[in-house]
């Protein structure tokens, strides 16, 4: 069992700062790749950023590079999400999600799912 957990989720306005932390509890998650997903109401899923516990490439979707930073804890096994000068597209539910061995911005390769966080962010 892979257990992760989401927080820091929020209410901010344009321009503002939040970060998001992921709690993962379970086994193997150096095999992991960790990644960051966002579903706004009613659209897809889509891809934010992902980071191997060890090893690889950290990979951003283009419409967040440069303002959000993934990084991870591998001691506390935690990974954050540094969301910087938000913008209110931003809005979304965020989920942390972990996949076995792949690098990937689809959400079908992931293979575990927090429960979500939302965040909210008003011009």
Same mark, same amino acid.
């Given at each position: 069992q892979v257990q992760l957990v989401e927080s820091g989720g929020g209410y901010v306005q344009a321009g503002g700062s939040l970060r998001l932390s992921?709690?993962?509890?379970?086994?193997?998650?150096?095999?992991?790749?960790?990644?960051?997903?966002?579903? %706004?109401?009613?659209?897809?899923?889509?891809?934010?950023?992902?980071? %191997?516990?060890?090893?690889g490439n950290i990979y951003y979707a283009d419409s967040v590079k440069g303002r959000f930073t993934i990084s991870r804890d591998n001691g506390k096994n935690t990974v954050y999400l540094q969301m910087n000068t938000l913008k209110p597209e931003d809005t979304a539910v965020y989920y942390c999600a972990a996949a076995l061995h792949v690098l990937s911005d689809s959400p079908n390769q992931y293979d575990y799912w927090g429960q979500g966080t939302q965040v909210t962010v008003s011009s």
């Open positions: 992921c709690a993962a509890s379970g086994r193997t998650f150096s095999r992991y790749v960790m990644g960051w997903f966002r579903q %706004p109401l009613g659209k897809e899923r889509e891809f934010v950023a992902a980071i %191997p516990w060890t090893g």
